[in-house]
């Protein structure tokens, strides 16, 4: 069993940065693909960026490619997101994603979800 907590996001400006976080609970963090997807309103969840169990693959989706950024560090079970030159467009709900099996990075059944941190980017 995994927890996610996600934390960091925030109001930001366009064109600003955040970075935001995800702390997981358990001691086998570093064998879960890790992932961001994110929800804007009225919309459905849509994949973001994934980073497989050692950190040596990354994947992004085509809107954030050049702008956001994935790490992890297994040592203190967090993952992170780091934002920059953020668009209006990039307002939704985040959420932190976690699955054993495999790098399948744009997988919709991730196994463990967190709760979700808003980032709001004003015009």
């Known amino acids: 069993q995994v927890q996610l907590v996600e934390s960091g996001g925030g109001l930001v400006q366009a064109g600003g940065s955040l970075r935001l976080s995800c702390a997981a609970s358990?001691?086998?963090?570093?064998?879960?693909?890790m992932a961001w997807f994110r929800q804007a309103p009225g919309k459905e969840r849509v994949f973001v960026a994934a980073i497989n169990w050692s950190g040596t693959s990354t994947y992004y989706a085509d809107s954030v490619k050049g702008r956001f950024t994935i790490s992890r560090d297994n040592a203190k079970n967090t993952m992170n997101l780091q934002m920059s030159s953020l668009k209006p467009e990039d307002t939704a709900v985040y959420y932190c994603?976690?699955?054993?099996?495999?790098?399948?990075?744009?997988?919709?059944?991730?196994?463990?979800w967190g709760q979700g941190t808003q980032v709001t980017v004003s015009s």
């Open positions: 994603a976690a699955d054993a099996g495999g790098w399948i990075p744009q997988r919709r059944d991730y196994a463990y």
């Open positions: 358990g001691r086998t963090f570093s064998r879960y693909t």
